[in-house]
T-cell receptor, first 114, second 115 residues
């Protein structure tokens, strides 16, 4: 079946430093999946951060970027300069082209130090 | 104003009891979903509904029964509760199923603890 792997359970970065959160995926269905990053801020619900539905494209939102790399089956999340308010749990996810089921990674907790 | 309401926020139950988790969405969406996140695990898809009809069920146990009394409601009834049912349950909705309109919006979750 489809799966998403986030290797880091927690990442700690100092404010204004750069960030990368790794995400790789495996999709067994025909066609390329849609890829997403969701974020959950403390005390809040899950929010869509960005999405990319076309292989090779880049998505961006709130200073975060992720590129859909179908050769590497990766969708890493990057930000050039993090802020303390970015502290949250980030979930990589995919939705196969022939289903409405979203498959999530285990999440990466980002802690930004002041 | 919250667009997807889940009630209650926290719920404690005893083994063997029955509980209903409430979900209402005010986004005008036609499709609704339930996901579950157990400790140290990713969110897992449970059900999808479109126009109040069950479209997909990936939950093995019949103890989990969605109930849709209105198009913008999808409650989740759980019977004969077990400690392994302890998790945060997320409701989600999308405009429709399929294509670009299938982007899913999530509620804040109900954290269920079964003692």
């Amino acid at each position: 079946g489809d799966s998403v792997t986030q290797t880091e359970g927690q990442v700690t970065v100092s404010e204004s430093k750069s960030l990368i959160i790794n995400c790789t995926y495996s999709a067994t269905s025909i066609g390329y999946p849609n890829l997403f990053w969701y974020v959950r801020y403390p005390g809040e619900g899950l929010q869509l951060l960005l999405k990319v539905i076309t292989a090779g494209q880049k998505g961006s939102s709130r200073g975060f970027e992720a590129t859909y790399n179908k050769e590497a089956t990766s969708f890493h999340l990057q930000k050039a300069s993090v802020q303390e308010s970015d502290s949250a749990v980030y979930y990589c996810a995919l939705r196969a082209s022939n289903t409405n089921k979203v498959v999530f990674g285990t999440g990466t907790r980002l802690q930004v130090l002041p | 104003d919250p667009k997807i309401i889940q009630k209650p926020k926290y719920l404690v139950a005893v083994t063997g009891s029955e509980k209903i988790l409430i979900c209402e969405q005010y986004l005008g969406h036609n499709a609704m979903y339930w996901y579950r996140q157990s400790a140290k695990k990713p969110l897992e898809f449970m059900f999808s509904y479109s126009y109040q009809k069950l479209m997909d069920n990936q939950t093995a146990s019949s103890r989990f029964q969605p109930q849709s009394s209105k198009k913008n409601h999808l409650d989740l009834q759980i019977t004969a509760l077990k400690p392994d049912d302890s998790a945060t349950y997320f409701c989600a909705s999308s405009q429709d199923m399929g294509g670009r309109s299938a982007e899913q919006f999530f509620g804040p979750g109900t954290r269920l603890t079964v003692l």
